[in-house]
């Protein structure tokens, strides 16, 4: 942590009382910041989760016409295959 002018000015016990609980308060913001990055990771697990099965029920559902769909285009590309198309020259 940075020194303010209260370090500089403060009598030595003072400011050895502050080293102390400035290291004395580490261990306790790092229980804390680690609490809550577990947290936030809980929170965006469930979120994926949701959203993956929320797709996975989509995709259920319109399956049967994808299949169609698939179908549909190859029999049209099988039964009226595509004519290459001549290009003009240019001069």
């Not at 370090?7 to 609980?21: E, G, K, T, V, W």
């Not at 994926?48 to 190859?74: D, F, N």
Request: with cysteine.
């Amino acid at each position: 942590m940075g020194r303010s002018s209260f370090d500089q000015s403060a009598p030595s016990s003072c400011r050895a009382a502050l080293a102390h609980a400035e290291w004395d308060l580490q261990p306790v913001a790092g229980e804390a910041i680690g609490a809550a990055a577990k947290a936030a990771t809980e929170v965006l697990l469930d979120k994926t989760s949701e959203a993956l099965a929320e797709g996975h029920a989509t995709l259920t559902r319109s399956s049967p016409a994808i299949q169609r769909t698939a179908e549909k285009t190859v029999r049209r590309s099988i039964d009226n295959p595509a004519r290459s198309k001549r290009r003009k020259r240019t001069s």
